[in-house]
């Protein structure tokens, strides 16, 4: 293993060590062994609530371990190289190889390379079909809505809500491979590549005042992406934007009551000395209690020097009074996602907010105090011109009349069609089209902090994301060529998948320019539980510039996306 010379000689060795408060660790006699892994750095991971929920319930069980693994940084890894040392986990030191099962949680198409680097540094062959005596693959997350790129890589994939599903894994748990996948391809939301394609269902928690929630979540001894208590509140999203595949995976909308939300709080907070609570949720002014809710935080931590954060809140003056209740007199940044630079545009993508109501938001929240404030746009929308483009200029020009003392950064990015929404057979924007506006913003804002993401990385993870097995030889290709990191800007190299991709221009190139609605899709046989009629009907909506109002489960409003008469 490693001397303390050589781990205190890593950038950041607070990584690698474990040990942190409220960390499990548990006798591996006679138990069924899982190892948990996010495919990014430790500060990453352990900011993922998912994990941390898995994590913790496995380990309720008497039966069963778990302990958790992340993406080593180079200089770590070059060490475990040349020590001939396998990747392991944090707990109790012990090879990822040694585990039965290795879970891991994929939130983002541009870390698949990193999961084949984290197979590869624990010594487990990165092709399913070369394991014998190793740990059974099962990947879950967002990207696992479409498996077909990772195929030849994953064992089993979970399709929906993972402590829905785990403990029917663990209770089939048997040491013979074979036996345990044919075993687990027969549960409701398990995908096993090896038996074929077939229809999958999606699984979700029904009830979340009844799920399972970490009181105890881990603290950890080094900076993490999100250093405070996490309570959420709902899942799922009833708005329907046409672009956002949370919103449609999500479905249903399920909500925790008040009174379990303020309990599961004052533990986590009684277990952690956290500084500060952040309510999780697509849309955290939609919750149908919010008033009361902010009140009773208020109450748990006006005197105790705790901070309280909504992100994901909605551009609205009523936004703002949630915030006036729990102000504790700091201001960070307030951020909204107006999306689009025009009405019309924002029509289309189902996100109708009004021009007169980002300017009032901005102006009463400048009176209130807040100085820095933060928009999302999208470029490269379905049916954009560069009227809408003009558009977002227009919005930060007034708003710079209006209001003279506050700091504004816009952050910019390129449009990526999504499977399971209605735009999932719309075409991703031209390298031309993307520098003509990227350019033009840039020639008319100025004296604000503009940030775009690349053309490059957004045209892979569009490439990824809606593509079919064929995408995985170039996957392990960039892989093998030395792609890894990829969600990090700065480390990301694009000329890896272009060297790739050299030769199949066939195979992308229909990916990018859209798909025939008639055409049989990669991820069709996955059931989210969305009829994908609804989808073609919410596409032809937006061509029509017709917003369609969210129905916040009363069936009087039913948009007929079919989720609610599923009997799931």
Known sequence: MLDEKELLSLRKPARYIGEEWNEVKKD????????????DFYEVGMSNLGLSILYHLINERKDSLCERVFLPDIDFENLLI???????????????????????????ELTYTNFLNLLYLSKIPIFSKERKNFPVVIVGGPSALNPMPLL????????????????????????????????????????????GIKKVEKRYVKDLDKAYFPVKPIVPYTEVIHERAVVEIFRGCDRGCRFCISGMEKRPRRERSVKKILSLTKKILKNTGFE???????????????????EGLRE????????????????????????????????TTLTFAPEAGTERLRNVINKPIKDDDIFSVVGEAVKRGWRKIKFYFMIGL??????????????????????????????????????????????FLSKEDYLKKRNFLKRNIKGIRLSFRTWEESFIEALLSRGDRELAKVIYDVWKRGGKYETWSEKFDFSLWKESLKGKEELYRKILDGFPEEEILPWDFIDIGINKGFLRVERKRARM?????????????????????RGW
Request: overall charge neutral; charged content about 30%.
């Open 152 to 195: 030849p890589f994953v064992d089993a994939f979970v399709i929906g809500e993972g402590e829905e599903v785990v403990g029917e894994i663990i209770d089939e748990f048997v040491l013979d491979r074979e036996e345990f996948l044919k075993r687990i391809s027969n549960i409701r939301g398990v995908f096993v590549p090896k038996f």
């Open 545 to 565: 510039e017709k917003v369609t109002y969210p129905c916040f489960g009363d069936l009087k409003k039913c948009t007929g996306c079919g989720i609610c008469f």
């Open 276 to 294: 500060e609570v952040s309510l999780l949720s697509l849309s955290t002014s939609d919750y149908s209690n919010i008033l009361p809710l902010v």
């Open 382 to 427: 379905p049916t954009e011109t560069m009227k809408d483009i003009e558009g977002i200029v227009d919005i930060v020009r007034r708003i710079r009349i209006e209001n003279k003392r506050i700091t504004l950064h816009l952050s910019i990015n390129p449009f990526i069609p999504k499977p399971f929404t209605p735009f999932q057979w719309e075409k």
């Open 28 to 39: 591996w006699n006679n138990k069924i062994r899982v190892a948990l892994s996010y495919p």
């Open 82 to 108: 040349k020590k001939d040392i396998p990747l392991f986990s944090l707990e109790s030191k012990r090879p990822i190889k040694d585990f039965h099962i290795f879970g891991v949680s994929i939130q983002t």
């Open 300 to 331: 748990i931590t006006k005197d105790k020097k705790i901070s309280v954060s909504l992100p994901s809140l909605r551009i609205d003056n009523f936004s703002l009074q949630i915030l006036d209740i729990i102000d504790t007199g700091r201001k």
